[in-house]
């Protein structure tokens, strides 16, 4: 793998970047756009890429890194893939389906991780966000812990390497944690998570049961008009990450990045552009001191820029 990377170690023995990059659209983003930017990341060294089924962008990832593997640049084992299974097939009879979609179309023969997308089961159907006349988001009565085993299987199977969830809170971990003939823990939590959404409770929770905690929106969002309030704060503006930048002689971006590293979690950095990604991967070249770090601790404010209304 490439020589700046470094590894957390998942509670099942495999090993997870500790840095990734997310590949999360919208609709005013076109497609070619995020295959490019795949392509992008891969070149410039990383090798954690998250993916999801409800992104609609499986088969650009896919074409990334079949032509990154073609052109000899990486292997397949080099590669940490990671995809979701979608709310619509959570009935455990759904669930291996979901996934070889996923695979299908990311052109590969297994992730090495694959996560719980949210704990909400949603309607099963052809429509990915099922809604009632009102507008409202149909559910389905599906125990997220009976998905949980669907999702074993999937495991056993060879078709995933790991299994973790996302946007769970700790309540919802625990009912996976003690549910009876647990076979394997989440080795993941992916939520939103930055210097003004620090989780501190959270990742204590998470590290006292050794699940990892993964931030998306690690950089305070894209800001992306169909989920986020483009008159909330912009987080790399902030005055005080801009003097604890200015002070180490680095970017914002990577000082909220190394923010997170030092705290156990595995942050997704996502950028279209080139040298933003390059500069990103730098965030395993220095160290931000306690002093520092007390300080952007002081940054949290509880505030989420993306509140899923699921």
């Known amino acids: 793998m ?9 509670n099942d023995g495999h090993f ?6 997310g590949t999360y ?13 795949a ?6 060294g990383y090798r954690h890429i998250d993916t999801a089924f409800a992104y609609q962008i499986e088969e650009e990832v896919g074409q990334a890194i079949q032509s990154k593997i073609k052109a000899g640049i990486v292997k397949r084992e080099d590669m940490f893939i990671t995809t979701k299974l979608w709310c619509t097939y959570f009935r455990p009879e ?10 299908k ?15 909400v089961p949603m309607k099963p159907g052809d429509d990915d966000f099922p809604k009632d006349d009102q507008g409202k988001v149909l559910l389905d009565k599906v125990d997220f812990c009976v998905t949980w085993e669907a999702l074993e299987k999937c495991k056993d199977a060879g078709l995933v390497k790991s299994i973790g969830v996302s946007n769970f809170n700790h309540k919802q971990l625990e009912r996976i944690l003690n549910k009876p003939g647990l076979k394997y823990k989440p080795v993941c939590n992916q939520v939103e998570c930055h210097l003004y959404l620090n989780q501190s409770k959270l990742l204590d929770y998470c590290k006292s049961k050794d699940i990892v905690l993964v931030a998306y929106g690690a950089l305070g969002t894209q800001r992306y008009k169909e989920w986020v309030d483009q008159n909330s704060p912009v987080l790399l503006n902030d005055p ?21 590293l030092q705290r156990g979690v595995v942050p ?43």
């Open 2 to 10: 490439s020589s700046k990377q470094q590894f957390v170690k998942l």
């Open 16 to 21: 997870i970047p500790a840095l990734g990059f």
């Open 25 to 37: 659209k919208p609709q005013e983003v076109p497609k070619s756009k995020s295959l490019e930017a």
């Open 39 to 44: 392509n992008l990341a891969i070149g410039v």
């Open 94 to 103: 759904l669930v291996q389906s979901n996934l070889e979609k996923s695979l």
């Open 105 to 119: 179309r990311l052109q590969l023969d297994y992730v090495d991780l694959y996560l719980m997308h949210y704990p």
């Open 240 to 260: 005080v990450l801009c003097d604890v930048a200015k002070k180490n002689k680095r970017s914002p971006a990577l000082i909220a990045l190394r923010y997170l």
């Open 268 to 310: 997704l950095a996502q950028s279209f552009k080139e040298n933003e990604m390059r500069e990103n991967l730098q965030v395993f070249e220095f160290q931000l001191s306690p002093e520092d770090m007390k300080t952007l601790d002081g940054l949290n404010k509880n505030f989420r820029y993306i509140a899923a209304d699921l």
